[in-house]
């Protein structure tokens, strides 16, 4: 085939338009925005439906409740944050050194966000107390799998006290995602990662 008509065959090949989301996707989106920026609480049905150019009949259709809503959003975080949390771990298999001051560059550089509101599961757990909400084991979970890694990690750098050190790291990582919220991004979260390297030196120091 020359040129020219590999040229006509390119030029007739239809670019087909993108397919718009659906409206549980727009459901969805809009009210993980929603929820992270204004409160779980404070954002009703009718108003995801109503941002989401939808109606609450068919944010039912996709969600049976707004409880199963708000676990599906902290659900997708949950993924996402392993995901991100395991491409990290991925570049430094061998040191779990480097793989816990990674964590903490990435949370540093979450919370100089100004438009960050610290970390969503834990905004929803001060929210949602009721032990039979949906989203009370997606929040329970997710932080315990948080302090197990941390915890082996600590275990692996054959640090003085392990699970102490893990406690110390996990409460530091806590700490920065609320502080945000009074003090700002330039308050004390800025210096987390710094925290976080004295606390390690301090405890690999030999006794």
């Given at each position: 085939?020359?040129?020219?008509?590999?040229?006509?065959k390119?030029?007739?090949?239809?670019?087909?338009p993108?397919?718009?989301?659906?409206?549980?996707?727009?459901?969805f989106k809009?009210?993980?925005?929603?929820?992270?920026?204004?409160?779980?609480?404070?954002v009703?049905?009718e108003?995801?439906?109503?941002?989401?150019?939808?109606t609450?009949?068919?944010?039912?259709?996709s969600?049976?409740?707004?409880?199963?809503?708000?676990?599906?959003?902290?659900?997708?975080?949950?993924?996402?944050?392993?995901?991100?949390?395991?491409?990290?771990?991925?570049?430094?298999?061998?040191?779990?050194l480097?793989q816990?001051r990674?964590?903490?560059?990435?949370?540093?550089?979450?919370?100089?966000?100004?438009?960050?509101?610290?970390?969503?599961?834990?905004?929803?757990?001060?929210?949602?107390?009721?032990?039979?909400?949906?989203?009370?084991?997606?929040?329970?979970?997710?932080?315990?799998?948080?302090?197990?890694?941390?915890?082996?990690?600590?275990?692996?750098?054959?640090?003085?006290?392990?699970?102490?050190?893990?406690?110390?790291?996990?409460?530091?990582?806590?700490?920065?995602?609320?502080?945000?919220?009074?003090?700002?991004?330039?308050?004390p979260?800025?210096?987390?990662?710094?925290?976080?390297?004295?606390?390690?030196?301090?405890?690999?120091?030999?006794?």
């Amino acid at each position: 085939m020359n040129k020219k008509s590999e040229s006509r065959k390119r030029s007739a090949v239809q670019v087909l338009p993108a397919k718009p989301p659906s409206a549980r996707d727009r459901v969805f989106k809009t009210a993980a925005d929603l929820f992270y920026r204004k409160g779980i609480r404070a954002v009703g049905v009718e108003t995801i439906a109503a941002e989401a150019n939808t109606t609450k009949m068919s944010l039912y259709r996709s969600f049976p409740s707004k409880d199963e809503l708000v676990a599906e959003w902290l659900r997708d975080h949950d993924t996402h944050f392993w995901q991100t949390w395991d491409a990290m771990a991925q570049k430094f298999p061998d040191d779990p050194l480097q793989q816990i001051r990674a964590a903490f560059a990435l949370l540093t550089k979450h919370i100089a966000d100004p438009n960050a509101r610290g970390c969503p599961i834990a905004n929803a757990a001060v929210e949602l107390t009721e032990k039979d909400h949906p989203a009370r084991k997606v929040i329970e979970t997710h932080k315990a799998n948080l302090r197990n890694r941390l915890s082996a990690l600590c275990l692996r750098m054959n640090a003085k006290e392990p699970e102490l050190l893990a406690d110390e790291l996990f409460l530091l990582m806590e700490g920065a995602q609320v502080s945000i919220q009074t003090l700002g991004v330039r308050g004390p979260a800025r210096n987390v990662a710094r925290a976080a390297d004295n606390l390690i030196a301090a405890h690999l120091q030999p006794a």
